[in-house]
């Protein structure tokens, strides 16, 4: 099931559960002690940024897959992701923040380097009065090279994608009812989010149940795999599902959606919203599943979002949301971002994102 630490970091006390949670998720993804190790000296060093910097800060830690997933090669093994999320002044030099020495506080300057040199992946956005979101991943093995990538140059689409997506629970909650996956067979790559009927333990199952189920099929169309999923979590509560598949090849996504899970595609500077049809996968499937067909190129983004956000969110603009973020850095900024303390959180949040990987990120 779905596990998420969340840890608000108001004071000292925090920074050791911070590491203690990066331990039991690598114990989780099945990290060796070298790895596990450095997944928690990177979780101290974030939220002891958080402490020292932050206003409002949480870090998030959660076991997910990949970014980048190689096609046709079985499930790839999931990793530790620590994303450090706030409300703090920003970093007006982002470059010089990841050095060794960058320090605004007396103090050595150590703690992002740190970060960057002992996780696989390491990301840091930030602006001056809105925040910063510092995302880490710690694998087994370091990433490999390929992305799930169209190569031929005559083919519509040719590029890489990657995947990416942060959870919330539901008042801190220790499993959350939210779920998202994404699998690769040949030139097809399918991302799924699941959003199961209120939220804990129950809610995680049925969830749960959808992401082995896309393991199992990820060669079905959207509306074949929503139809074996229908029969997947008969027994379970049931869940919202949306389905966005990218076909490489032909440079084509098709979606298709149950329920109150949201979908929005960013073509260049403008945002399409992608309809679900009403119902609950696994108690109640429409007789009919249509599918929305749009065409994929290097300026598009979808977001996938559970009900966890506001209902009216508005997307950020281009400068805030760059295509060529990591997808789970776009996926922390818009949940950060729609939140509001005048509107508070009622349900388990997820965003997933599916984007374009940058030229040099193969």
């Not at 020292?52 to 190689?70: I, M, N, T």
């Not at 992401?211 to 509306?223: C, F, G, K, Q």
């Not at 400068?319 to 509107?343: E, F, I, K, Q, Y």
Request: proline share 8%; charged share 20%; glycine share 10%.
């Amino acid at each position: 099931m779905p596990r998420v630490w969340e840890i608000p970091v108001p004071d000292s006390t925090r920074v050791r559960d911070a590491r203690v949670a990066a331990e039991e998720a690598a114990a989780l993804a099945g990290l060796g002690e070298s790895r596990t190790a450095a997944a928690a000296l990177v979780a101290t060093e974030l939220a002891t940024n958080l402490l020292k910097y932050a206003e409002d800060g949480r870090l998030l830690v959660e076991v997910v897959p990949p970014p980048s997933a190689p096609c046709g090669h079985g499930d790839p093994a999931p990793v530790v992701q620590m994303t450090a999320v706030d409300h703090g002044p920003g970093i007006p030099d982002v470059a010089a923040a990841r050095r060794d020495g960058f320090s605004t506080s007396g103090s050595l300057g150590a703690g992002l380097g740190t970060c960057r040199r002992a996780a696989d992946e390491f990301h840091l956005h930030s602006v001056v009065g809105r925040g910063t979101v510092a995302l880490a991943r710690v694998g087994a093995t370091a990433p490999r090279p390929g992305a799930v990538r169209a190569d031929d140059a005559a083919l519509p689409y040719t590029g890489a994608v990657r995947a990416g997506g942060v959870t919330v629970p539901y008042a801190g909650a220790e499993y959350s009812g939210d779920a998202w996956s994404w699998a690769g067979a040949g030139e097809l790559v399918t991302l799924m989010l699941a959003d199961g009927l209120g939220h804990g333990r129950e809610a995680a199952r049925a969830s749960s149940a959808a992401v082995e189920t896309l393991h199992r099929s990820a060669r079905l169309t959207p509306t074949e795999l929503l139809r074996r999923l229908d029969a997947a979590l008969r027994g379970t509560r049931g869940a919202a599902v949306a389905v966005a598949q990218l076909d490489l090849r032909a440079g084509r996504l098709r979606f298709c959606g149950i329920g109150n899970v949201g979908a929005r595609l960013r073509e260049g500077d403008t945002w399409r919203h992608l309809l679900s049809r009403p119902g609950i996968v696994g108690v109640h499937r429409p007789t009919t599943l249509p599918e929305t067909e749009v065409a994929w190129a290097a300026d598009r983004l979808l977001v996938l979002h559970s009900d966890g956000l506001p209902s009216r969110w508005a997307p950020p603009g281009a400068a805030a949301l760059p295509t060529a973020a990591d997808p789970a850095v776009t996926a922390a900024l818009t949940v950060r971002d729609t939140g509001s303390s005048a509107s508070p959180v009622r349900d388990d949040t997820t965003v997933a994102v599916l984007t374009p990987a940058p030229p040099d990120r193969p």
